[in-house]
């Protein structure tokens, strides 16, 4: 288990190293030996310490975060579809944050905004599937299906009748832009504290994933145990929005890739995903910035492309 | 005498030593130590006010369709209005950033004031807007004779043809900025102060949105005497066909299907002023129709 997770701890910090070094503007290696000494030019310095590493950090931790939900929702849902955004999340941060932005309210505003708009459509939903008291993870999938369906609508709603002139700023946060983010501390600090807080209950995870009458009668409190997994998986997500809009494909793919190739061990599974969610994110938006520089693309677009034959060969190679 | 050669000597050295100091179309001041030399203009309009304020040689980078005058399709580009390249921006060093208010993205004119690049930000919303714009534009490049000369040609040249259309006789204009969706814009626009310049009457002037997005039921119970719409050079081509099908149209009746070039008319700039001679002449033609 170490063993698999300190390769992927070498490969994530490579993909940070390789992040830092490349850009539109091209630095030398060993110009950016000197900018991590402390020394180096101040423009270099301003590229790589105001610049690169704020994104590249926001970057990895939008991954990281946003796979490990991912894990979470599989393994809550019992159902290998699921990502972070299944339950409306995105919809509810989305219009949280388009709103912000239609009243002309600040970056920092916006995130709030969006922030607030994930927490209230989680508790939406885990309110309406709660109704009759029976919480099933289809009932609660279905809900959230709806919900998020409800939340598109509004969103819809809201491009149409937005002024012409915020449109595209609207419709970047929708694809997922690692460049909203300022700070990357929120995201890398929830990423931490969550991964130690699951931890310890990634064994009974192990046990729930083979169903909830299994689970309670080998010991594990399953009503407990699903409202924490479920409360924390929508805290992981909604940081995550909130600090990159929704970038979509990585919390349902690298959970899925990982177990092709580690297995199904909860306790190898959560914290590789945020591993491999953050290098994968840190490879795709360090290609959106500079495969067709100067002009900027959208980070959700690269993951797709890029996971999408990763994943098809890990599969193909798993038969 | 001596009085005057001290006042003159005083003129000479504050001006040497006094920061070069601009109020922006946001309600900044922005007061830089001496006249800026490297500037980024972050959108076509901005490119072509700064050549207009005969600093065009001082520009370093511009964004994508940034390409009037000729001159400015040799510079680089840093992305797109909308997105833009933050280290291709940085590498070049600028000591002034010229913004748009509403049009680039807030998260990165927010970086860039993080970062300490100067910037200026400018959206002109009126004629008066424009020749105030190329003059305070002028006046931190260190260019004030070309861009105070500007400003009074195209103020002089608004007036003048404010004077000759002041009498005209009215004719109801819808002006299509899209077709589909189908959107136009109200007197706030300098689209529609263009429009009113020349005796115009926008049919949709007096809608609460800027660029509102109308239905086609709109326009025919406006039934507006002249359809206008902006292509490229000004030829016909395809975008006002549709309105053809409907032969009640005072419009389409008298043939009153119009074009202006897209590119005078489109950006607060100079151009307005040829832009306006041009919409003028169509606006005539229709009165004769």
């Known amino acids: 288990m170490t063993r698999s997770l300190s390769g992927l701890a070498a490969i994530a910090l490579i993909a940070v190293l390789l992040a830092l070094a490349i850009g539109s503007v091209t630095i030398p290696p060993l110009e950016l030996w000197q900018v991590i000494q402390g020394e180096g030019s101040a423009l270099n310095r301003t590229l790589i310490v105001d610049l690169r590493l704020p994104r590249t950090l926001a970057a990895f931790a939008t991954g990281g975060l946003l796979a490990v939900a991912g894990a979470l929702m599989q393994v809550l849902l019992r159902n290998p579809l699921a990502d972070p955004y299944i339950l409306g999340l995105s919809g509810g941060a989305a219009v949280g944050a388009l709103l912000a932005m239609l009243a002309g309210l600040g970056t920092l505003l916006i995130s709030g905004s969006a922030f607030a708009g994930a927490m209230l459509a989680t508790f939406l939903v885990f309110g309406l599937a709660h109704g009759t008291g029976s919480w099933t993870p289809t009932r609660l999938l279905l809900t959230g299906v709806v919900v998020a369906a409800g939340w598109g609508a509004v969103i819809t709603l809201m491009l149409a009748v937005s002024p012409a002139d915020q449109l595209p700023g609207m419709l970047y946060w929708l694809m997922g832009d690692v460049s909203y983010a300022r700070t990357p501390w929120p995201a890398l600090v929830v990423l931490a504290v969550s991964i130690v807080l699951i931890m310890p209950l990634a064994r009974n995870l192990n046990v729930l994933a083979r169903g909830p009458m299994q689970a309670a009668a080998l010991g594990v409190s399953v009503r407990p145990l699903e409202w924490a997994v479920y409360l924390l998986a929508s805290l992981l997500t909604a940081t995550a929005v909130t600090t990159a809009g929704s970038v979509g494909f990585v919390g349902l793919i690298v959970p899925h890739m990982l177990r092709l190739v580690l297995g199904n061990d909860q306790r190898i599974i959560l914290p590789a995903s945020a591993l491999a969610g953050g290098t994968l994110l840190v490879l795709a938006d360090t290609l959106a910035r500079t495969v067709i520089a100067p002009e900027q693309l959208p980070v959700g677009v690269i993951t797709a492309l890029l996971g999408v034959p990763m994943f098809l060969y890990l599969l193909h190679r798993s038969r | ?289």
């Open chain 2, 1 to 289: 005498m001596i009085y005057r050669v001290f006042l003159l000597f005083f003129a000479l050295v504050s001006s040497v030593f006094a920061d070069v100091c601009a109020t922006d179309d946001a309600g900044h001041v922005l007061c830089l130590p001496t006249v800026a030399q490297r500037i980024v203009a972050l959108s076509p309009g901005a490119t072509e006010l700064m050549f207009a304020a005969g600093a065009g040689n001082k520009v370093v980078a511009v964004v994508d369709y940034s390409d009037y005058p000729p001159a400015a399709l040799n510079l680089p580009s840093v992305g797109n209005y909308t997105r833009i390249d933050m280290e291709a921006l940085l590498a070049l060093r600028p000591d002034l950033v010229i913004t748009w208010v509403t049009g680039n993205p807030p998260a990165q004119v927010e970086l860039l004031k993080a970062l300490d690049v100067p910037q200026f930000a400018i959206e002109p919303r009126t004629f008066e807007g424009v020749s105030s714009v190329l003059e305070r534009l002028s006046t931190l490049a260190g260019t004030e004779q070309q861009g105070f000369a500007e400003a009074e040609r195209f103020h002089a040249g608004i007036a003048a043809l404010s004077e000759q259309y002041r009498n005209a006789e009215p004719v109801s204009v819808f002006y299509q900025v899209w077709a589909q969706p189908l959107m136009t814009i109200n007197n706030d626009h300098l689209i529609g102060k263009v429009l009113q310049l020349c005796g115009g009457v926008n049919v949709f002037g007096d809608m609460p949105r800027l660029v509102p997005r109308i239905s086609a039921e709109a326009v025919l119970e406006a039934d507006p005497l002249v359809i206008l719409t902006g292509s490229v050079g000004g030829v016909s081509d395809g975008q006002l066909d549709r309105w053809k099908n409907y032969s009640r149209l005072k419009a389409v009746a008298r043939n009153n299907l119009l074009f202006v070039p897209a590119s005078l008319i489109s950006r607060p700039t100079p151009r307005l002023l040829e832009a306006s001679k041009y919409v003028c002449q169509k606006l005539d033609i229709a009165r004769e129709h």
